[in-house]
């Protein structure tokens, strides 16, 4: 008997967003309905992503280094998680995805997009999520929202410009692919967007 081929979500959102707080909350939900599931994270979810996660978020490189390092990790990530998993009929969370690097790399830092759709349909011109959370805040709101006590990576410590470019860039995506992403407004109460995630996962169950 063939086995259903599982469903792969990812979150999205700049920094600040508040994705993080609501990941495990989704992941509750998937595997209360007795699903299995993998919850992973980008750059980053095998231990070679893990290292270059680190040399990504914290080592002064080359724009388009920065790029290819991370679809070094996204091509770890697919081949050793995401496409085992999806296979075997689990479903995969990842904390990003590709359209991170349309965020960031693109509308952050300024690199061709066109650059960044040519990795993406180098590395994984079949995969994309069957659904992408976008939490959405205004800037002020986000940057108010990271944690002054810890050591803040490259990317946290960027200025407002990007941002703002980071932001736009997702919200251009959401726009562009209104069939996959599901755009929240992070400003809301925790349970309110709690009620919102429970409705969105119970209709791709």
Not at 33 to 41: A, F, K, Q
Not at 99 to 125: C, E, M
């Amino acid at each position: 008997m063939t086995v259903p081929r599982g469903k792969f979500i990812t979150f999205e959102g700049i920094d600040g967003a508040g994705k993080s707080t609501h990941i495990g909350y989704c992941a509750d939900l998937i595997a209360g309905r007795g699903i299995e599931l993998v919850s992973s994270r980008e750059p980053g979810g095998t231990p070679l992503g893990e290292k270059l996660r680190e040399l990504v978020l914290h080592e002064p490189m080359h724009l388009e280094t920065e790029a290819l390092l991370v679809f070094a990790s996204r091509r770890e990530h697919i081949a050793q998680v995401i496409e085992p998993a999806l296979a075997r009929g689990a479903w995969v969370i990842s904390d990003r995805f590709t359209d991170a690097s349309f965020a960031y790399q693109g509308g952050g830092r300024g690199l061709d997009l066109i650059k960044i759709d040519t990795l993406a349909n180098w590395v994984h011109p079949e995969l994309w999520p069957d659904l992408t959370i976008l939490f959405d805040v205004p800037l002020e709101v986000a940057r108010a929202r990271l944690d002054a006590t810890r050591q803040l990576d490259k990317f946290e410590q960027e200025k407002a410009d990007f941002f703002l470019a980071a932001r736009n860039e997702y919200l251009r995506r959401a726009a562009q692919y209104p069939e996959r992403f599901r755009v929240i407004d992070s400003t809301q109460t925790i349970d309110a967007i709690r009620l919102q995630l429970a409705g969105i996962v119970g209709r791709l169950t």
